[in-house]
């Protein structure tokens, strides 16, 4: 099998090494996580007249569950003793260990009700924000969405930081043998959606910015095409599909350009296509040995990670997207097996997260862009195909262990883990920005 080949081989591999159950809570993987201040904060019940009593407990629900999962709170409960009070008692909140209250009440319609939410400093005993959101119908498709838009900016009203409730993970799945397909799924396991239908290996699913369109790989023609589907009409267009290989598509931060790998003689090269209207590609690597592919891009689009073999063994580089010699980041001793592949950019610009071979199987690392501070943030079982969430601190990853190749969403800050998808074959997430 050539280099390319085993590279290829390696993103399709399905392990069995064994890993524990993962379960949110104090499952904590890899480096030593130091546990950091979280804000106590108190979710007051939604309000609502009696007709709206459905509507404020759905959407309370999914707002305790956003706001737990974005692993940035304590959640303080209710005491029972409180529960009746009338207005709001910023003593004894603080007395609780409180530092944020929110309080919400749902009004309007069951068809067209309107959330209205309130953030209390209770330290500083005033209110910080208070907004007003249209929802849809309960029943609706997008009201879980919707919510999810109303988390994010708790979070963000709390913090300074962008959430990731308002978010979806597309991932490759195996639907028999020799058969994959591309699915989505909100970032909280909910609303699973069959992307792709192609009956034949189907992989390296990307989003575009805006969530409207997926780049990924079929073999429907007898090698691996790159296509282009509108996710809104189901049309899909042919990106490219030289005969040979054409894999690894990613999408430019502002969507205007593709990067993916091609034959280009013996080997694969990176080349750079403007997306609209589609046009001859740039050619962007000339290596003198081995194969390169696998690239993603830095957030402002000035710069590129890639997963190169001149080595022998794949290593990770970081290169001008203008040109210019690749600098190695990932660790290389010689004469020691290093494999390093699918490197993903966080979108503050500070890290990249891509697998490597650890102590006898992949684990996924972080580094600075320039090389420095290399951490393995994972150690149970086999994990691989990193890829960063919108708030640069969550990563979803694929692991393969007793219930197949789950999913996995690490908060690289905690340590917590949370399962995503469990008992099926999943591999190759990308995490969408935030949806509008």
């Known amino acids: 099998m050539t280099s390319l080949g085993l590279l290829i081989a390696a993103a399709l591999l399905v392990t069995t090494t064994p890993l524990a159950a993962q ?9 030593t996580y130091t546990p950091g201040f979280q804000p106590g904060l108190v979710i007051a019940a939604v309000g609502h007249e009696t007709a709206m009593g459905e509507v404020a407990r759905t959407t309370e629900s999914i707002l305790r569950a956003d706001l737990l999962y974005a692993d940035r709170f304590e959640i303080i409960p209710i005491p029972d003793s409180v529960r009746s009070s009338e207005g709001i008692n910023y003593g004894l909140w603080n007395e609780l260990g409180a530092v944020w209250l929110l309080s919400s009440e749902i009004t309007g319609t069951s068809t067209a009700p309107v959330l209205r939410v309130s953030l209390h400093d209770v330290v500083f005993g005033e209110l910080k924000e208070v907004k007003s959101f249209p929802l849809p119908a309960v029943s609706a498709r997008g009201f879980r969405m919707a919510v999810h838009r109303v988390s994010d900016q708790v979070v963000q009203w709390a913090t300074g930081d962008p959430g990731i409730a308002a978010t979806r993970i597309v991932f490759r799945r195996k639907t028999g043998e020799g058969t994959s397909d591309i699915y989505a799924i909100d970032y909280d396991g909910e609303n699973l959606a069959r992307l792709t239908s192609e009956n034949t290996i189907v992989y390296s699913p990307a989003i575009s910015p805006g969530a409207s369109h997926l780049l990924y790989v079929s073999y429907d023609q007898g090698w691996p095409v790159v296509y282009e589907k509108n996710l809104s009409t189901g049309a899909r267009r042919t990106i490219s599909s030289v005969e040979g290989l054409n894999v690894t598509p990613v999408y430019s931060p502002d969507g205007s350009k593709i990067v993916l790998a091609r034959t280009a003689g013996d080997h694969a090269e990176l080349f750079e296509f403007q997306r609209n209207p589609l046009g001859a590609p740039r050619r962007l690597t000339y290596t003198s040995s081995g194969e390169t592919l696998n690239a993603g891009y830095a957030p402002d689009g000035t710069r590129l990670a890639l997963t190169s073999s001149p080595l022998g063994l794949p290593q990770i580089y970081v290169m001008p997207v203008s ?6 980041i990932s660790r290389y001793v010689y004469g020691e097996r290093g494999y390093a592949t699918s490197p993903d950019w966080a979108p503050e610009n500070n890290r990249i997260a891509y697998q490597a071979w650890v102590d006898n199987s992949f684990q996924v690392v972080t580094v600075n862009p320039n090389g420095a501070d290399r951490r393995i943030m994972t150690s ?7 890829s960063w969430a919108p708030d640069g601190r969550h990563l979803v990853f694929s692991s393969a262990g007793q219930r197949g190749n789950s999913l996995l969403i690490l908060d690289t800050v905690s340590g917590t883990v949370r399962t995503l998808t ?3 074959v999943d591999q190759l997430p990308d995490w969408s920005p935030p949806l509008p």
């Open 23 to 31: 379960d949110r809570g104090d499952v904590r993987l890899g480096i």
């Open 323 to 328: 040109g210019g010699a690749p600098q190695l």
């Open 380 to 386: 149970a079982g086999s994990n691989e195909d990193p």
């Open 422 to 424: 469990s008992g099926q």
